[in-house]
C-alpha cells in the first residue's frame, strides 16, 4: 500500500493507505483535539472532560488514591494536585527513608465504554518512576470470558526517559490464567514538553495514538464491553530504573484529559457505529 509523509506536531506522520484521515474538531477550550475521522453518518460528541481549572482537584470527577504502599513506594494524596496553571500534578518525591508519588482515578464518578480518550501531558526527567495513562474496572480480575468483561487497557507508559512509550492490555486477572499483549514504540519528540496520547477504543478493537498518529491497534482479548474507569498514576520500580539516582522531586504533568463519544449526524437515526 501507498506510504505518504506529512508533517504534524514537530515529527513526521506516516500515513499507509488513507486509513488513518484525521477530522479537526474545534473545541472551547485552550488545545483544540485532533480527533480520527468517525465513520460516515457519524460525529464525535465531547461527553467528560477535566481542563484542571482552578486551585483544586475536582472530587465529582477524581479519587486521589492514598496514603497506602504501592510497588516500591507509596501513593501518597498530597502528591497528586492541580498548579492553579491549568495543570494536574503528579509529584515524585523522596521523604524521608520512602519515595512517594502520586495517583488519581475517576472510578464511582466516570465509567464508560468505547469511545475515544484522550490526554495531554508532560513528561518527568528522572529514572525510577513512570507515569501511566490507562483504564481500568473489576472485570479484569474475571477468568474465562476473555477480555470481553474487562481489561486492564495501558493507553500509555513511560518507564524510559529516551522517547520510548508501550501500550498495553491485559486480562483474565493477574495469576496463573493472565494473559496481555501490547507493543512499544519510539517517539523521540514526546521527551520534550505537551504531548497527546490516546486511544480509540471501538466495539471490535483497540487504536492506539500518538499526537494523532496511530501507532497500534489490536483487539487482544476480544475486546471489552464494560464501562472502565480513567487512572492516571505515577508508579516506582525497578522498571523505570534506580530510584535513589533520580533527582527529585519530579513531576509528571497533564493538561486535560477528554473523553469523546460517537453519536448519530443524524438525531432522526440513532443506533451504533
Known amino acids: 500500500m501507498g506510504r505518504m509523509m506529512t508533517r504534524w506536531s514537530g515529527w513526521p506522520r506516516a500515513v499507509w493507505g488513507g486509513s488513518i484521515l484525521?477530522?479537526?474538531?474545534?473545541?472551547a477550550t485552550p488545545h483544540a483535539e485532533e480527533l480520527p475521522s468517525p465513520?460516515?453518518?457519524?460525529?464525535?460528541?465531547?461527553?467528560?472532560?477535566?481542563?484542571?481549572?482552578?486551585?483544586?482537584?475536582?472530587?465529582?470527577?477524581?479519587?486521589?488514591?492514598?496514603?497506602?504502599?504501592?510497588?516500591?513506594?507509596?501513593?501518597?494524596?498530597?502528591?497528586?494536585?492541580?498548579?492553579?496553571?491549568?495543570?494536574?500534578?503528579?509529584?515524585?518525591?523522596?521523604?524521608?527513608?520512602?519515595?512517594?508519588?502520586?495517583?488519581?482515578?475517576?472510578q464511582g464518578k466516570f465509567e464508560h465504554a468505547?469511545?475515544?480518550?484522550?490526554?495531554?501531558?508532560?513528561?518527568?526527567r528522572a529514572p525510577g518512576h513512570w507515569p501511566a495513562f490507562w483504564l481500568m474496572c473489576p472485570g479484569v480480575t474475571s477468568v474465562g470470558n476473555g477480555g470481553r468483561d474487562g481489561t486492564e487497557i495501558d493507553i500509555a507508559e513511560f518507564p524510559w526517559r529516551d522517547g520510548r512509550t508501550t501500550m498495553n492490555l491485559h486480562w483474565d486477572g493477574y495469576g496463573s490464567a493472565h494473559q496481555s499483549a501490547g507493543t512499544r514504540v519510539t517517539l523521540p519528540a514526546i521527551t520534550n514538553g505537551f504531548h497527546t496520547f490516546s486511544l480509540w477504543w471501538k466495539t471490535n478493537e483497540y487504536v492506539f495514538y500518538v499526537d494523532g498518529r496511530e501507532v497500534w491497534r489490536s483487539a487482544a482479548g476480544g475486546v471489552s464491553q464494560v464501562p472502565e474507569?480513567?487512572?492516571?498514576?505515577?508508579?516506582?520500580?525497578?522498571?523505570?530504573?534506580?530510584?535513589?539516582?533520580?533527582?527529585?522531586?519530579?513531576?509528571?504533568?497533564?493538561?486535560?484529559?477528554?473523553v469523546y463519544d460517537l453519536v448519530s449526524a443524524d438525531p432522526a437515526k440513532p443506533g451504533t457505529p
Open 22 to 27: 484525521l477530522l479537526a474538531v474545534a473545541a
Open 114 to 124: 468505547h469511545g475515544y480518550w484522550t490526554a495531554r501531558c508532560e513528561l518527568p
Open 229 to 258: 474507569y480513567i487512572k492516571l498514576t505515577e508508579e516506582i520500580g525497578p522498571w523505570a530504573g534506580d530510584i535513589k539516582q533520580a533527582k527529585l522531586p519530579d513531576y509528571f504533568r497533564v493538561d486535560y484529559v477528554r
Open 39 to 106: 465513520p460516515a453518518g457519524w460525529q464525535w460528541q465531547l461527553i467528560w472532560q477535566d481542563e484542571f481549572d482552578g486551585t483544586r482537584l475536582d472530587p465529582q470527577k477524581w479519587e486521589v488514591c492514598g496514603d497506602w504502599p504501592r510497588r516500591d513506594g507509596w501513593w501518597v494524596k498530597d502528591d497528586a494536585y492541580v498548579d492553579g496553571q491549568g495543570h494536574l500534578i503528579l509529584r515524585t518525591r523522596q521523604q524521608g527513608d520512602r519515595f512517594t508519588c502520586g495517583a488519581v482515578r475517576t
